[in-house]
């Protein structure tokens, strides 16, 4: 009621003034024109007196331009409480149209009394007069626009908008991304204040959304400046590969101990070191063969994620992983490498059986395998052996073979005596042969940097749906020990398809630090319930022929709908940042454009330098040899093969208390 009685009360003032202007009007018409109105009779001497005494006091009438002016303010200020019905065919063309003509005939005119011509002055009169109606007109109409301006936001921008972090906060390990948001009408600067990186991050966006560019590129640089080793996956090699390497060349000396760079690269031998991920010094346990094992399995059979449990699943994993534990304990693991085990699983089974069972250790290990084999269910065991024979027989490559063979680095990264930035290449025209080798990399490596007083380090997995990434989980501990993590995903559906719904839901909920570009359906509902609601103003009006009336209410709503995230620009971001006890974050949302100093980046990719060749195959001539060395080292690594067999069976032979494994009824099998 106090609110109705205040709108009246000012309605009541507004009526006021602008009757007071219309009547300073018809005061200028009589002063100026007095001779007009006094020829007719018209003139009044008390009215005369009135005005001479109000024109010493104020000087309105000393010149024309004066009344005129006063009158015009005391309008403009009556038109701001104008209530009335709108014209939905009201434009602002049609104002700027009736402010110049109220302009030119209200002030571009001049009593010609002097010439004492009763038309000269009418006309003066009427065009001063039309000329004010005109203004008023224009003041009436811009006061309803303006207080009826629904339709100027028909996207709810301006109730959408947020206030967002303005202050630069950085700390040793944080990564910083400068923005231009939208708020109060105008774009603001602010800032995207990474302050804990360890708390594992996620990038979301279709394909062309800026997800490389503006993010992922700039963790790698600014992780490299502060001193992090890194483990980058490259789907797309050499792009982000490209990155690290001269970002390095240029920042080596923001570390104690300078990191060395490898590169794992199966396209090109030259521009790809070695390196062995089962080294058997670091497999400890054969729970460690089981872990590999089931990464390589899952990798090149993505089905099987979806049934993790089922016998002709756990069947050849356990498999593959007794033949990674025998080759890890045969003469001290010389030949504990992948593609030695694939070339041992390829061996008639019986002689594999043979071996393996002779290890009490792996005898438990191979039961199931046993009972099949020593109860005559042939079918089955064939079809347990088929189940990791046919998809390991994808893998077998001359190229892979020699890196997976070799054994110049450590896969323990972020080892401070030895730091290293190792990127791994993957092609996406072969990713269904090189995600099982790359994924075994990613699952060593995990378990190898998880451990306290290592250097700080960070993982950047571009395109995670592209590889079965097992212990994911990880992240949940990753933080103590100073573990970064991005993540770059186009969609969640993709990674519920790849990872299944269960580990999907976890890895979404786990991430405390999330980007998203444009992103559509499921996943920009979720994410608009993750970023929460706000109350929002809402404003409803109702018109009708004779009177409008306006009702303004508030209601919780949601800050980022879903529509939002959906239609997102290239180069605008959606997300929530984590912060930490002593670097509060009062705004962790933010709804932004992430600002690319192109032209920097521009100079910075033309001055890269390329990769290196890291290996000559160059023969004392000059000749290009490489093909005859991958080809020699394969021959080689079925040559070790050959060997363990033939050594083993005939050690077996002479073992009184193991010569019973030779007189089942399948050993000749």
């Excluded at 992948?338 to 290890?359: G, M, Q, R």
């Excluded at 009490?360 to 039961?367: A, H, I």
């Excluded at 519920?496 to 405390?512: C, F, H, M, P």
């Excluded at 080809?631 to 080689?636: D, V």
């Amino acid at each position: 009621m106090q609110g109705e009685d205040d709108l009246r009360g000012l309605a009541k003032i507004m009526a006021f003034m602008r009757a007071v202007s219309i009547l300073l009007v018809l005061m200028h018409f009589y002063w100026f024109c007095y001779g007009f109105f006094a020829e007719r009779g018209w003139a009044l001497e008390i009215i005369g007196k009135i005005l001479t005494n109000f024109n010493r006091t104020a000087g309105l009438f000393t010149h024309t331009l004066y009344t005129k002016i006063f009158a015009l303010l005391l309008l403009a200020l009556s038109c701001l409480g104008t209530k009335g019905v709108k014209n939905e065919k009201i434009t602002w063309s049609k104002i700027y149209t009736a402010l110049v003509i109220g302009f030119v005939l209200f002030f571009l005119n001049t009593p010609l009394l002097k010439l004492s011509a009763e038309v000269a002055t009418f006309l003066y009169i009427l065009t001063t007069s039309l000329g004010y109606i005109a203004l008023l007109m224009a003041g009436v109409w811009m006061s309803r626009l303006l207080r009826n301006n629904l339709m100027d936001d028909v996207f709810n921008n301006e109730n959408e908008s947020f206030q967002q972090e303005t202050r630069l906060i950085e700390n040793e390990y944080s990564v910083n991304l400068p923005t231009k948001f939208f708020y109060k009408g105008k774009w603001n600067n602010g800032w995207i204040n990474i302050v804990n990186p360890f708390r594992a991050s996620i990038v979301l966006g279709t394909p062309g959304s800026g997800k490389s560019y503006a993010i992922v590129n700039n963790y790698i640089k600014q992780h490299i400046e502060k001193g992090f080793a890194m483990y980058i996956y490259d789907f797309k090699f050499d792009d982000l590969s490209t990155i690290a390497y001269n970002h390095l060349l240029k920042h080596s000396e923001k570390y104690k101990v300078k990191p060395k760079f490898y590169v794992i690269n199966f396209d090109d031998p030259r521009r790809s070191h070695r390196c062995n991920p089962l080294s058997p010094a670091f497999m400890t346990d054969i729970s460690d063969a089981y872990e590999a094992s089931y990464t390589i399995m899952l990798n090149l059979n993505r089905s099987w994620i979806l049934k993790q449990g089922d016998f002709f699943v756990e069947s050849p994993i356990i498999l593959l992983a007794s033949i990674i534990w025998f080759l890890k304990i045969y003469e001290d693991g010389k030949y504990c490498t992948f593609p030695h085990a694939i070339e041992l699983l390829n061996k008639k089974y019986a002689d594999v059986f043979t071996i393996l069972t002779s290890y009490p250790e792996l005898e438990n290990y191979l039961s199931a395998f046993m009972d099949a084999w020593q109860g005559g269910a042939q079918d089955q065991l064939q079809g347990q052996i088929a189940s990791a024979k046919i998809p390991l027989s994808r893998m077998i490559s001359p190229q892979l073979y020699w890196v997976m063979t070799g054994d110049d680095f450590s896969l323990d990264i972020n080892n401070p005596q030895e730091p290293k930035i190792l990127c791994v290449g993957n092609n996406p025209d072969r990713q269904n042969i090189y995600s099982s080798a790359l994924g075994l990399y990613n699952s060593r490596i995990v378990k190898l940097i998880n451990k306290k007083g290592q250097l700080q380090s960070s993982i950047v997995i571009d395109e995670l749906p592209t590889i079965y990434f097992r212990g994911l989980d990880f992240i949940s501990t990753a933080r103590s020990n100073r573990i970064s993590s991005l993540f770059g995903i186009q969609d969640y559906s993709q990674l519920t398809r790849d990872y299944g719904d269960k580990e999907s839901k976890v890895i979404q909920n786990l991430v405390g630090n999330i980007f998203s570009g444009q992103v559509v359906g499921e996943t920009a509902k979720t994410l608009s319930e993750r970023f929460g609601k706000v109350l929002q103003k809402r404003q409803s009006i109702t018109i009708n022929r004779n009177d409008k009336s306006t009702s303004i209410s508030t209601q919780l709503d949601t800050l980022i709908p879903a529509s939002k995230i959906s239609t997102l620009t290239q180069g605008m971001f959606v997300g929530s940042v984590s912060d930490n006890f002593d670097e509060r974050i009062e705004q962790k949302i933010f709804h932004a454009e992430i600002v690319v100093d192109n032209e920097k980046v521009s100079a910075e990719t033309k001055a890269y330098k390329k990769i290196p060749h890291i290996l000559s195959f160059a023969d004392e001539n000059g000749n290009d040899n490489m093909k005859q060395v991958i080809e020699a080292n394969y021959r080689q690594v079925k040559a070790d093969v050959v060997h363990i067999v033939e050594s083993e069976m005939e050690r077996i032979k002479n073992d009184p208390d193991l010569q019973h494994l030779l007189n089942t009824d399948c050993a000749d099998t």
